[in-house]
T-cell receptor
């Protein structure tokens, strides 16, 4: 039962362009949504979050959009940089735990 | 200074053995977690401790037993290892009131042969 889904295993983007990573969820009781970034041989690191009562949250080059009616969120990275190449995990908070998606590998080409 | 550390980083062992993975955090957080990342890459919560008390215990075989000697440490002991236990295990910590921004260790890659 995958409550958080990232349907794109990988994404390749040119440096300077926009990266858009997508995530879908099924549980309408999630109250927060998050994005984590992971480099090889390291643990995930928190990137940005959004409350379920908001539809947008921005932090520098990173913006997360939430569409509750569609149970969909996306992470926009503008402009993309080679250092952004990593695995991006979408996560949702339900109760006192986080439910993670399987991740999307982002490759930013210079 | 490493915020959340795990030892060992790699662990190769045979079926039926018992092994432990250790985790320590120096962030002063009161909540610690164990996650398993399986072959399909999903990160799944296994356990969570708050101030040495178990608060999350997902459907995990009872061969897995977490132990928290103090709030800075959360160890994972696994008995009678099976092939399906092969995975990457991540430890994490957070302040319970937040629970959103979790700080993860580098992971322990367990291979059971």
């Amino acid at each position: 039962d995958q409550q958080v889904k990232q349907n794109s295993p990988s994404l390749s983007v040119q440096e300077g362009r926009i990266s858009i990573l997508n995530c879908d969820y099924t549980n309408s009781m999630f109250d927060y949504f998050l994005w984590y970034k992971k480099y090889p041989a390291e643990g995930p690191t928190f990137l940005i979050s959004i409350s379920s009562i908001k539809d947008k949250n921005e932090d520098g080059r990173f913006t997360v959009f939430l569409n509750k009616s569609a149970k969909h969120l996306s992470l926009h990275i503008v402009p993309s940089q080679p250092g952004d190449s990593a695995v991006y995990f979408c996560a949702a908070r339900g109760g006192n735990k986080l439910v993670f998606g399987a991740g999307t590998i982002l490759r930013v080409k210079s | 200074d490493t915020a959340v550390s795990q030892t060992p980083k790699y662990l190769v062992t045979q079926m039926g053995n018992d092994k432990s993975i250790k985790c320590e955090q120096n962030l002063g957080h009161d909540t610690m977690y164990w996650y398993k990342q399986d072959s399909k890459k999903f990160l799944k919560i296994m356990f969570s401790y708050n101030n040495k008390e178990l608060i999350i215990n997902e459907t995990v075989p009872n061969r897995f037993s977490p132990k928290s000697p103090d709030k800075a440490h959360l160890n994972l002991h696994i008995n009678s290892l099976e092939l399906g236990d092969s995975a990457v295990y991540f430890c994490a910590s957070s302040q319970l009131g937040q629970g959103l921004e979790q700080y993860f260790g580098p992971g322990t890659r367990l291979t059971v042969t």
